[in-house]
């Protein structure tokens, strides 16, 4: 049996750091909980309780268990405010994708680029992934940014690419090949 895989603590740009996931981020769990968005397109429980909390951050430990990917809890002087994930499903293609989240009460400072662009050149450097991708819906301008910022380029627009809530929605596809860094 393979190993799981070690969730690294990486520092980021501005005073970011990215970590595994503990218990006492419940209150993150419950924030993200309470936003628009975010459970639309992630998993995090709608409505929140403190078990579907538990139970979300136990997910989040078994992506390293089973190797499905890194999970990391974006953090700014020991207040956690995201996640930024690295999902391996299709590392046999030599690709990985990417996904991010920032709670509310913290954006605008960065923390999504940030974030971002350290597991970027982490998974780019270190884990030698030949492609990284990552779909952005095209009215999400602060998220097209964040990719942008980090590198990624656009590479067409992916009719009713995914599930948001009760539709299908369009993506933007944006990658980053190790031989552009």
Same mark, same amino acid.
């Not at 309470?34 to 975010?38: H, T, V």
């Given at each position: 049996m393979e190993q799981p895989l070690h969730v690294p603590e990486l520092a980021?740009?501005?005073g970011f750091t990215l970590r595994s996931w503990r218990l006492s981020d419940l209150p993150l769990v419950r924030e993200a909980s309470?936003? =628009?968005?975010?459970p639309l397109i992630t998993? #995090?429980?709608s409505p929140y309780s403190e078990p579907a909390g538990v139970a979300f951050i136990e997910r989040q430990w078994s992506r390293a268990t089973t190797r499905a990917g890194y999970t990391f809890v974006v953090e700014c002087e020991d $207040?956690? #405010?995201? /996640? #930024? +994930?690295? *999902?391996? @499903? &299709?590392?046999e293609q030599g690709r990985a994708s990417l996904g991010y989240w920032v709670v509310k009460s913290a954006r605008g400072q960065g923390a999504a680029a940030a974030a971002v662009d350290a597991v970027t050149r982490w998974?780019?450097? =270190?884990? $030698?992934?030949? @492609?990284?991708e990552l779909w952005v819906e095209p009215w999400n301008t602060a998220s097209v940014r964040t990719?942008? $910022?980090a +590198?990624? @380029? $656009?590479?067409?627009?992916?009719?009713? *690419? /995914? /599930? #948001? +809530?009760? =539709?299908? @929605? &369009?993506?933007?596809m944006y990658s980053l090949v190790r031989d552009q860094v």
């Open positions: 980021a740009a501005g309470e936003d =628009e968005y975010i998993t #995090v429980p $207040r956690p #405010v995201g /996640q #930024v +994930g690295l *999902w391996l @499903r &299709d590392l998974a780019l450097r =270190e884990l $030698r992934i030949p @492609r990284l990719a942008e $910022r +590198g990624f @380029r $656009r590479e067409g627009l992916l009719r009713s *690419w /995914q /599930q #948001v +809530g009760d =539709e299908r @929605r &369009d993506m933007f």
